[in-house]
């Protein structure tokens, strides 16, 4: 088993972190207020849960899911991630969670930003394309007709497998879409992002899970 590290443990971190522990991984939660601000959810995930520092969290994880607003990507410590598989689960969406200089004025595409910081961990773009709410009702057990596939894209490939086994376990299968900067087909205003939302009922309505046929169409490969 797993141990993964959370750097955020909102509703997308807390969601995979629920999974995770389901599939029998331990999680290290860490938030920007103290692990004492996360003890009661870790409380609740049971005893394969625990609450800590951001900098404990990067340190404890063979896997390190980054889920914070994107604003915040720079204060994610990259010493205790070096060399380390990072998940990278950030949308930008300046309207709702801020600016960012490194995109606005210095160009760096948003999907690549996280590496740019992390220069010196494997980043495997992953998650940024499922509504939080919706992973615990998308996943199934693997072999199942109506499993998900979720695209991932990074440019270490023994990470991507890391990540690969990661995801199987919580209960999808996965479509490499290749190098990092493959994942601007699956990046927030493409079909691919929206792959799940009923058009009709949006974040309201049941999810609906999409085959890697499906997926592979709305990536245009
Ligand atoms: N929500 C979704 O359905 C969804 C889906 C796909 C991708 N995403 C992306 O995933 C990321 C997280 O989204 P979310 O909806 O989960 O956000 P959220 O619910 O607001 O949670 C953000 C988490 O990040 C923590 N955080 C903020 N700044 C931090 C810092 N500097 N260091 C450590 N932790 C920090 C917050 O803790 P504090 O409260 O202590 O600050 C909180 O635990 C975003 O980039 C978003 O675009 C979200």
Not at 57 to 81: K, T, Y
Not at 82 to 87: A, E, M, Q, T
Not at 162 to 190: C, H, K, M, N, Q
Request: aromatic fraction near 6%; proline fraction near 9%.
């Amino acid at each position: 088993m797993t141990t993964i590290g959370f750097i955020g443990s909102g509703r997308i971190g807390g969601a995979l972190a629920r999974l995770a522990v389901g599939a029998g991984h331990d999680v290290v939660l860490s938030n920007s207020r103290g692990p004492e601000t996360l003890r009661e959810t870790a409380a609740g995930l049971g005893p394969r849960a625990r609450a800590a520092t951001v900098g404990e969290a990067a340190a404890a994880g063979d896997i390190v899911v980054v889920s914070i607003p994107v604003r915040f990507h720079a204060s994610v410590p990259a010493e205790p991630l070096r060399g380390k598989v990072v998940i990278d689960t950030l949308n930008y969406d300046p309207a709702r969670q801020g600016s960012v200089p490194e995109i606005e004025a210095a160009g760096v595409p948003p999907y690549l930003l996280l590496q740019t910081h992390l220069a010196g961990a494997h980043v495997v773009k992953a998650f940024s394309t499922v509504f939080f709410a919706h992973l615990p009702l998308l996943a199934r057990p693997a072999f199942a007709p109506d499993r998900s596939t979720l695209p991932i894209a990074g440019d270490d490939a023994t990470a991507k497998r890391a990540v690969a086994a990661l995801i199987d376990s919580l209960g999808f299968d996965t479509y490499d879409a290749g190098a990092l900067t493959e994942s601007r087909r699956f990046a927030p205003g493409t079909p691919a992002q929206l792959a799940h939302l009923d058009p009709d009922g949006m974040f309201s309505a049941p999810p609906r899970p999409v085959g890697r046929p499906a997926l592979t169409t709305l990536l245009g490969v």
